[in-house]
């Protein structure tokens, strides 16, 4: 088997003293931003995105190197271990691979099958399993095995229990189930149908709907899981089980017998009660991490174009964070993002006090020379925007207005961070400074927010949280590092992410 080193050199076009200077510089704990910039001489100048591509295939290599090991030991202890199977294991590239190879020797809650083996009936299931033409008929020698206590009364108890064990042999065949699954996944279909049809729903476009497993698309995998969840659909993998049946006969008989009836009913119950439910779980989750993938991967590139937006320099600012019925909420900042001046408006309805409010906008310009208005994008946007549009226009003031996406502010103010820094302010006027700040330098206002809160990717709470927040850390800190901070006036959640 080659080494992790050569798997990675090879998967990344990279050579082994390139691979092998990563590995030793991560292992000493250096962050991927830091070998990029300040171990180009050791890395061969390899870029941040590549380096990202690495960490992740070693941590997964080693993972499934440390799962060999448990597995052999697993078998091992059993006295099951042949060199085949370690030669089977070892050789495994994928952690699915070992897990079916382990599936025969991990340890089993109480099944038909063990029952009968607990019953006697096990030599009968290898005479099955054998398809020893010269025995003689499977009755008789199960009339031989009756067991009234163990619940096998008559011979045709006896041998469907004998089948039992043999329909969970058939499953357990890490080979078997290999080739149904890459059958499955070639000519399968997602299946989706309506739980209460009468019902309406946002899922409604799904209420009969069938795509081929090898073309449905990211995102309505994700739509089908979430309306799964919600109990409003009903999800197969739906294949030909004749078919399925009939090419697992062609893997297993051997000609007509006395045992090729059994074996054949043995076959197809083993096919239709074990292997096409794991099958279906299998497919389920690789279209599932596909699809998270994927949508992970979006969600960084769009934080990452968030987090690069230029700062605007000099911005002297009024900040809205709209609302109805508790008004709206302002902010003054100058142009190093100081609060100056902070209140509470009601431009909307219930209480629609708009002169009020463009009054107030006035005072503040004239005071603390205000030049850009901000409003957040939220409840309320919309009408607080007129009324701001209508001051600017009334006024002639030399000031314009813009909208910010909110997303995250909420989050934010109410954060612990948010407290530790304005601990006099109430969550609603630091909400308010947020959306200001994010317009004079956006990197240095998001980076106080989990990135997945920031809203520019789909699906966020379905996905594998685990893994959404390496995606989005990876990103923050390659940004930060890339533009650089300013020390005389980064915050400390900013100064966190430099490498």
């Known amino acids: ?49 590549t380096l990202r ?56 809650r109480a099944t038909r099958a063990s029952k009968a083996r607990d019953a006697g009936l096990e030599p009968l299931a290898l005479l099955i399993l054998a398809q020893d033409r010269s025995a003689k008929d499977p009755l008789a020698v199960a009339s031989g095995l009756v067991n009234p206590e163990a619940g096998y009364p008559t011979p045709e108890d006896a041998l469907q229990g004998a089948q039992d064990i043999v329909a969970e042999v058939v499953a357990d065949d890490a080979e078997h189930v290999a080739c149904l699954r890459a059958a499955t996944k070639r000519n399968g279909a997602l299946s989706i149908e309506a739980v209460d049809a009468s019902e309406k729903t946002v899922y409604e476009a799904y209420y009969d709907f069938s795509e081929p497993l090898s073309r449905i698309p990211n995102h309505r995998i994700l739509a089908v899981n979430r309306g799964e969840k919600e109990k409003k659909l009903k999800v197969k993998v739906r294949t030909d089980a004749d078919a399925a049946i009939s090419q697992l006969e062609r893997r297993i008989l051997r000609g007509d017998g006395p045992f090729a009836a059994p ?99 006035a005072a503040y310009v004239e005071k603390h020379r205000i030049n850009v208005i901000v409003i957040g994008n939220g409840t309320g946007s919309r009408e607080t925007e007129e009324v701001v549009a209508d001051y600017i226009a009334r006024s ?24 530790e ?42 996905l594998n949280q685990a893994a959404l927040e390496r995606a989005l850390t990876g990103v923050v800190e390659n940004v930060v590092n890339r533009v650089g901070v300013d020390l005389n006036t980064a915050s400390a959640s900013l100064l966190g992410y430099v490498s």
């Open 53 to 108: 591509d690495l960490d992740e295939r070693l941590t997964y290599l080693r993972n499934l190197e440390a799962r060999k090991d448990e597995v052999l030991r697993a078998i091992e202890e059993q006295g099951k271990l042949t060199a085949d199977l370690r030669a089977k294991i070892d050789e495994a590239t994928v952690m699915q691979r070992v897990e079916d190879l382990y599936k025969p020797y991990r340890k089993k």
């Open 421 to 462: 820094e304005y601990p006099d302010l109430d969550v609603t006027t630091r909400g308010a400074m947020s959306l200001g700040r994010r317009l004079q330098d956006p990197l240095a206002e998001l980076v106080k927010i989990p990135p997945q809160a920031i809203g520019v990717g789909q699906y966020q709470h379905d």
């Open 263 to 361: 074996l054949k009913a043995a076959i197809a119950d083993g096919y239709k009660r074990l292997i096409a439910p794991s099958v279906e779980r299998d497919l389920r989750a690789e279209l599932t991490e596909r699809a998270e993938t994927d949508a992970i991967r979006v969600f960084a590139k769009n934080t990452e174009n968030l987090l690069q937006q230029r700062p605007v320099r000099g911005a002297r600012i009024i900040a809205l964070d709209p609302g109805y019925r508790t008004g709206c909420k302002v902010a003054v900042l100058d142009e190093y993002g100081k609060l100056l001046d902070h209140t509470t408006v009601y431009p909307t309805p219930p209480r629609s006090q708009v002169k009020e409010t463009q009054a107030q906008l």
């Open 1 to 49: 088997m080659p080494s992790i080193q050569t798997t990675i050199a090879r998967e990344l076009n990279l050579t082994a003293a390139q691979v092998a200077a990563v590995i030793d510089l991560v292992d000493q704990g250096n962050t991927i931003p830091f070998i990029a910039r300040y171990r180009k001489e050791a890395t061969g100048g390899i870029d941040d995105a």
């Open 396 to 419: 002639k003031a030399p000031v314009r207005y813009t909208i910010v996406n909110e997303a995250g502010a909420s989050v934010y103010s109410a954060s612990k961070l948010a407290s």
